[in-house]
């Protein structure tokens, strides 16, 4: 257990729905990081938080948002979803200029 | 724009050592590695800062040229548990930590 939770771990859905995953880091971490994993392929930097605020955006699309919450977990809602947007979905967090810490990922599987 | 890895893929025998390299075409900060075993979320292996460097992990150390933008992770006297991808990341500067990583490269040790 890295200390950083992700729920839930498989998600299939149909295209055009919404869903939502969500992260709880490590304990004292305050940045929260996303990264989408698409099959086979390298970590795509989407967004990231710090103590509840956006500090960086990477290429996230319009269809996707996120928040940190005052307890810091944080939620990566996808809407609209299309085939494309089957992949893992990673959560990391860390502190300051020390080593991420990721999640053990969510599979998301659009039908 | 995302660092540069090199070589995409690798095939040693246990035993064997090999070097990873990864490029930016931008001032660093730092340099981050991890490992990512099939259908697992990436584990850190270390960080190399600006202005220092830092080893640590079994047999396995890297190195951080500021002046070229460039790292490279040696793994040395391979065993079969180095099997997986390495990815590298870098941080641009020192406000957000925000990862970029590389593409990866495939790391197979055989016995």
């Known amino acids: ?111 | 724009q995302q660092p540069v890895q090199s070589p995409q893929a690798v095939i040693l025998r246990e035993g064997e050592d090999a070097v990873i390299n990864c490029s930016s075409s931008k001032a660093l900060y730092s340099v981050h590695w991890y490992r990512q075993k099939h259908g697992e979320a990436p584990v850190f292996l270390m960080i190399l800062l600006k202005g220092g460097e830092q080893k640590g992990h079994e047999k396995i150390s890297a190195s951080f040229n500021e002046k070229k933008q460039q790292s490279s992770l040696y793994l040395t006297a391979s065993q079969l548990s180095y099997s997986g991808t390495y990815f590298c990341g870098t941080v641009n500067n020192n406000a957000g930590n925000m990862l970029t990583f590389g593409g990866g490269t495939r790391l197979m040790v055989k016995p």
Do not use: M
Not at chain 1, 102 to 110: A, E, I, Q, Y
């Open chain 1, 1 to 111: 257990d890295s200390g950083v939770t992700q729920t839930p771990k498989h998600l299939i859905t149909a295209t055009g729905q919404r869903v939502t995953l969500r992260c709880s880091p490590r304990s004292g971490d305050l940045s929260v990081y996303w990264y989408q994993q698409s099959l086979d392929q390298g970590l795509q930097f989407l967004i990231q938080y710090y103590n509840g605020e956006e500090r960086a955006k990477g290429n996230i699309l319009e269809r996707f948002s996120a928040q940190q919450f005052p307890d810091l977990h944080s939620e990566l809602n996808l809407s609209s979803l299309e085939l494309g947007d089957s992949a893992l979905y990673f959560c990391a967090s860390s502190v300051s200029s020390y080593g991420y810490t990721f999640g053990s990922g969510t599979r998301l599987t659009v039908v």
